[in-house]
């Protein structure tokens, strides 16, 4: 299971390809950065790609950043060669596309089998099958790497024929359905990409709506996302007050052994515990992150 109150509130996806995003990618604020062997990079430039990101992930430098690899999927002429890179690469974490079920996990779990202990997989929904699935890809987390899913909106999209709008009422079951999968196994899950970099009305309405949702953070195709990203998935002073007030409730003598207290005239449960401890942590490790 993966670290709940790790902040994932930016996942920047950059192509292994271009080497200056690789070097800015040591800079910008993301908590996490996807250097992407897949949709970014074209079919010629896939090996070369590969040991691009090999190297700069062995140089290091991110930081406190996540360094994740988005890696080709087995069924394609470079899966299995980025599999192999992505086990010793040093990346925290080997991302990978079109999963379809349960059995699809099982797999990238084995071809990850040596990879060192603290190495995770997070896996993209982005295809039609998947959201029939999701509930069987996530309760994997319990016997696999399996820690974060990535919803992968565009390629929904193109699958399902959706006419894209800006609420995005086409995708809400689908990132309902994934949100709630997730929260029954523990994983982290990340919202999909805003298209529009220069419409940051839209992208706040995104975060905002992820935030809603109960995602733990947005993936970003640019820079100039990062900021407001982090702004809006970051526990606010009104949620930490309320997280404040909770533990500090549950932690008085006389409610030792409760399962549910009356706090200023409303009625807070153990339920309600556990997600103020999980805030109070998130905003704990971004501060100290900052600091």
Same mark, same amino acid.
């Given at each position: ?23 800015k990618?040591?800079? %910008? ?6 250097i ?8 010629d430039?896939?090996?070369?790609a ?9 140089r290091g ?6 360094v ?8 394609t002429p470079?899966?299995?060669e ?5 086990t ?7 991302l ?9 996990i ?12 603290? %190495?995770?997989?997070w896996?993209?929904v ?12 996530a309760?994997?987390?319990a ?8 919803l ?13 709008s800006?609420?995005?009422a ?22 999909? %990409? ?16 992820? %935030? ?20 809006i998935?970051s ?24 399962g ?10 153990l ?12 905003s704990d ?7």
């Open positions: 299971m993966t670290d709940l109150v790790r902040p994932r509130r930016s996942a920047l996806y950059l192509p292994a390809s271009n080497a200056k995003a690789m070097e990618a040591r800079s %910008v604020d993301a908590d996490v950065i996807i992407d062997l897949e949709d970014a990079v074209s079919p430039a896939k090996e070369a590969r040991d691009a990101a090999v190297t700069s992930i062995a430098g991110y930081g406190r950043r996540e994740v690899l988005r890696v080709n999927g087995l069924d470079w899966g299995k980025d599999l192999a890179a992505a010793a690469s040093g990346a925290d974490a080997v990978v596309p079109k999963v379809n079920g349960a059995a699809d099982a797999l990238y779990d084995e071809a990850l089998r040596e990879a060192p202990p603290g %190495v995770e997989l896996a993209m982005e295809t039609s099958r998947s959201v029939f699935t999701l509930d069987s890809i309760a994997t987390a016997n696999s790497r399996l820690s974060v899913l990535v992968g909106t565009n390629d929904l999209a193109k699958e399902m024929r959706l006419r894209p800006r609420d995005r086409p995708f809400l079951p689908i990132l309902t359905m994934a949100v709630a999968a997730a929260a029954a196994h523990g994983l982290n899950v990340l919202d999909g %990409v805003c298209n529009d970099f220069k419409d940051f009305e839209l992208l706040r309405a995104e975060c905002e709506q992820g %935030v809603a949702f109960g995602m733990d953070g947005k993936t970003l195709i640019h820079p100039g996302q990062i900021a407001l990203c982090n702004e998935f526990p606010s002073p009104q949620d930490l007050e309320w997280a404040d007030d909770i533990i500090a409730a549950f932690a008085l003598e006389e409610n030792a052994g409760k549910a207290i009356s706090l200023k005239g409303k009625m807070v449960e339920l309600h515990l556990v997600e103020a401890r999980r805030l109070r942590g998130v490790r971004i501060h100290a992150d900052v600091g």
